[in-house]
């Protein structure tokens, strides 16, 4: 395995360790993605939901934008690496 191989690697376990850390703790997941606009973010919940959120007014806050329905949830986890 190549040097960038093996850093992509690292990043990733980390990754996966912090979600299930995460999760396991009763705490949202944050999901990043290039394919929603601006100020927009997955947020995975230990249920195994996903909602599209924002920031609120306030920035302390999340604003639920959508949920995803559980096949659309699957995707998003298969796309991002997450299962």
């Known amino acids: 395995m190549n040097r ?9 376990d980390a990754v996966r360790r912090l979600r299930n850390s995460k ?3 009763g705490k949202p997941f944050m999901i ?3 394919d929603l606009p601006a100020k ?4 995975e919940f230990p249920d195994r939901s996903i909602k599209i959120v924002t920031l609120s007014s306030n920035g302390h806050d999340f604003v639920i934008l959508n949920t995803l ?11 991002h ?3």
């Open 23 to 25: 999760l396991a703790n």
């Open 32 to 34: 990043t993605s290039k």
């Open 40 to 43: 927009h973010t997955y947020l």
């Open 69 to 79: 329905n559980p096949s659309e949830a699957t995707l998003l986890r298969k796309k």
């Open 4 to 12: 960038i191989k093996l850093i992509e690697k690292i990043g990733s």
């Open 81 to 83: 690496g997450l299962i």
